[in-house]
Every structure is written in structure tokens, then in C-alpha cells.
């Protein structure tokens, strides 16, 4: 299997446009070229910062890939406070987080502007890293797979085999975000298994066996390796801990 592993630092809202550029700047001195041929890395630095973290990456020519958190799905318009996918295709923004859950659940967005939003993200030539996830009540009560199933299929519908198999779908139980707890190697193996085997489903075993399922949800350095080893997880979404460069950077080296 020819997935290259995508782990990604997704910064919310922390860092200033200066503490960004010290973070990246820590972070390519402790990330090295075989690092980077094991794994890809991003960073999802909040919007105000990715100028300044973009000219560091082109200035310095880092192997790291730029990305952002959030987008809108129309091209431009009277849309106070948003912004266009085109705006970040322009700043080499590579990857762009879609459907977080902090986003559907504290920013009322649903399955319907997630697939919106992938489909204008795919337009603007950027990957979109669609997350997917299930609360801690839907999990107790044995709805994991038809939740994360039924986003999956929400956001992805209407697309091209093609677009998918280059896309990047994030498992993130909700109720590991943040928590401190995380899903066990095992558990997380068999989401990504079945978020894999309903891509399949819809777009082919082409597309199924090329798209990348990373995990997210309380993701150390600690943890990473045994993630890693399975074969349905090709990745982290790292949240807390990717705001330290040197945690971030242990664990794109034990996740390689
Ligand atoms: P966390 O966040 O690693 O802090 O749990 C993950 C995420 O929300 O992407």
C-alpha cells in the first residue's frame, strides 16, 4: 500500500502571527529530510498567521505543507468574517480542515456545509482533511459506526473516485478531543477500517485503498507509534500537543 502517512498540527486558536513563526521555525530545525520522506506534515495555524507562516515555509524552502482550519464554500460575496478557499489556494495553503467537530458543534455547521465546502475546497486544487467523529452518548449507546458512516457519506457524496482517493478523512471521537482520552489502537483501527470499507462502497476499492484516514483526538507522542501500526490509520490530527515543536516533532518521528 503506497499511503505516505499525513500528520497534521491543527493549532485552533492559539498563536499569534510571531509565536507562529517561532513554532515552525523550532519545528524545522528538529524535522529532518527522512522525517519528511516517511511522513508529510502540516500546519493549521489560525487565519491571521498563515501569511507570515507562508513566507517562512517559501523563504526557507521547508518540506512542511501549509493548511488551514476552516473555509467557506462560496467563491466571494457578503460573507462578513469568512473566507474563500481561493484566498488560502493563493497563500500555498495545501490542506484545509473541513468539518471539524468544534465547528459543527459550536459553530452550527452541518453535514450539508461540509460537503459544500469539500466540494469548493477540491475546485481551488486543495485537499480537504473532512473530519468525522461521534460523541461520547452516541458511542455508549452503539452508534459509532452509523454516525461516522453517515458523515462520511454526507460529506463525500456527489464526488468523483478520483477527488476521494486524494482526499484525507479524520476520525476524531469527539470525546477524545481535548480530553486527555484517547480511542485504543484497536478501536481506532476498526473505525478507520469501516470509514475505509464504505469509501470502497461508494467510490471503488481504487479510491478506498488510496484515501488517507488519519486519527485525531488526544494524539502524544506517547500514543502515536501504536496508532501508526495499524493498517487502517495513515495519520494524526494533532490538536494540544502540536503546539509544542518538540512534542510535535517526537511524534512525526515515532509515527513514521
Ligand atoms: P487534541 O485535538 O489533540 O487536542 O485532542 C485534536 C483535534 O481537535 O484535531
Same mark, same amino acid.
Given at each position: 500500500?503506497?499511503?505516505k502517512p499525513l500528520i497534521s498540527g ?14 515552525v521555525q523550532k519545528l524545522s530545525y528538529l524535522l529532518t529530510k527522512d522525517d519528511y520522506s516517511a511522513v508529510d506534515v502540516s500546519v ?13 515555509i517559501?523563504?526557507d524552502e521547508l518540506l512542511m505543507q ?42 452550527? *455547521?452541518?453535514?450539508? #456545509?461540509?460537503?459544500?465546502?469539500? @466540494? !469548493?475546497? =477540491?475546485?481551488? /486544487? ?71 470499507? *464504505?469509501?470502497?462502497? #461508494?467510490?471503488?476499492?481504487?479510491? @478506498? !485503498?488510496? =484515501?488517507?484516514? /488519519? ?6 507522542a506517547?500514543?502515536v507509534a501504536?496508532?501508526m ?5 495513515d495519520g494524526a490530527?494533532v490538536?494540544?500537543a502540536s503546539?509544542?515543536p518538540d512534542e510535535f516533532a517526537r511524534i512525526v518521528q515515532l509515527g513514521r
Amino acid at each position: 500500500m503506497s499511503r505516505k502517512p499525513l500528520i497534521s498540527g491543527n493549532w485552533k486558536m492559539n498563536l499569534n502571527h510571531f509565536e507562529a513563526i517561532q513554532c515552525v521555525q523550532k519545528l524545522s530545525y528538529l524535522l529532518t529530510k527522512d522525517d519528511y520522506s516517511a511522513v508529510d506534515v502540516s500546519v493549521h495555524p489560525p487565519f491571521t498567521d498563515i501569511r507570515s507562516v507562508q513566507t517562512v515555509i517559501d523563504a526557507d524552502e521547508l518540506l512542511m505543507q501549509l493548511g488551514a482550519q476552516h473555509c467557506h464554500w462560496e467563491e466571494k460575496g457578503a460573507f462578513t468574517g469568512e473566507i474563500a478557499p481561493a484566498f488560502l489556494a493563493k497563500l500555498h495553503v495545501k490542506y484545509v480542515i473541513v468539518g471539524h467537530s468544534e465547528r459543527r458543534e459550536l459553530f452550527g *455547521e452541518t453535514d450539508e #456545509m461540509v460537503h459544500k465546502k469539500v @466540494a !469548493a475546497v =477540491i475546485a481551488n /486544487q486543495m485537499t480537504p482533511i473532512m473530519c468525522v467523529g461521534e460523541t461520547l452518548d452516541e458511542r455508549e449507546t452503539g452508534q459509532t459506526e452509523g454516525k461516522v458512516l453517515a458523515q462520511v457519506a454526507a460529506g463525500l457524496v456527489g464526488r468523483k473516485p478520483e477527488q476521494v482517493s486524494s482526499m484525507v478523512i479524520a476520525y476524531e471521537p469527539v470525546w477524545a478531543i481535548g480530553t486527555g482520552r484517547n480511542a485504543t489502537a484497536e478501536d481506532a483501527q476498526a473505525v478507520c477500517a469501516a470509514i475505509r470499507a *464504505e469509501v470502497g462502497r #461508494m467510490f471503488g476499492a481504487e479510491a @478506498a !485503498a488510496q =484515501i488517507r484516514i /488519519q486519527y485525531g483526538g488526544s494524539v502524544k507522542a506517547g500514543t502515536v507509534a501504536d496508532l501508526m501500526k495499524q493498517p487502517d490509520v495513515d495519520g494524526a490530527l494533532v490538536g494540544g500537543a502540536s503546539l509544542d515543536p518538540d512534542e510535535f516533532a517526537r511524534i512525526v518521528q515515532l509515527g513514521r
